[in-house]
T-cell receptor, first 114, second 113 residues
């Protein structure tokens, strides 16, 4: 069964460094999402992406964040200058696009900012 | 704006007992509703969803949920808990086609032997 994959599974970085989290959505899906989950808290929406542009973003998704679909298969989340509070599990999700379809989540990347 | 509440951050049941995890939502349009399960150190797995049609939906692992519009609820049930059901359960609402999810705070289910 097709699944969403994410790399790396874990990332440790220093505060102020740039990180890129990678996702490979399910191949025939059209909508792509990033969510994050701070340890012990609920899953929060960051951004949705469709037709090569951001369709919706939350207040969390400020200028330090960007997304890109560079090659038709990968979907990346870049954090330009990481802060301690960016430490979280980041989930990518994709959706086929038909009305009845749901989002399928990847296993997540655990980011730790020191 | 959409929102989701889950009554009880932690629920404990005995093995073989009924599981009931509560979810209430608010939405300005007919919602799409979902339950996801998260096992320790893993991602989110879809249990079941309601989009349209029959209000009682069955999912994986013996779980089911009923959409009750009058109560704005989508409670998750399972007749008989198994040890392997111990996990975090998240209710989520979407206002439809292509829209992002809003997740509830989650309920941690413990199953006691």
């Amino acid at each position: 069964e097709p699944e969403v994959t994410q790399t790396p599974s874990h990332q440790v970085t220093q505060m102020g460094q740039e990180v890129i989290l990678r996702c490979v959505p399910i191949s025939n899906h059209l909508y792509f999402y990033w969510y994050r989950q701070i340890l012990g808290q609920k899953v929060e929406f960051l951004v949705s992406f469709y037709n090569n542009e951001i369709s919706e973003k939350s207040e969390i998704f400020d200028d330090q964040f960007s997304v890109e679909r560079p090659d038709g298969s990968n979907f990346t989340l870049k954090i330009r200058s990481t802060k301690l509070e960016d430490s979280a599990m980041y989930f990518c999700a994709s959706r086929k696009g038909s009305v009845q379809e749901t989002q399928y989540f990847g296993p997540g990347t655990r980011l730790l900012v020191l | 704006a959409q929102s989701v509440t889950q009554l009880g951050s932690h629920v404990s049941v005995s093995e073989g007992a009924l599981v009931l995890l509560r979810c209430n939502y608010s939405s300005s349009v007919p919602p799409y509703l979902f339950w996801y399960v998260q096992y320790p150190n893993q991602g989110l797995q879809l249990l079941l969803k309601y989009t349209t049609g029959a209000t009682l939906v069955k999912g994986i692992n013996g779980f089911e949920a009923e959409f009750k519009k009058s109560e704005t609820s989508f409670h998750l049930t399972k007749p008989s808990a198994h040890m392997s059901d111990a996990a975090e359960y998240f209710c989520a609402v979407s206002e439809g086609y292509g829209q992002n999810f809003v997740f509830g705070p989650g309920t941690r289910l413990s199953v006691l032997p």
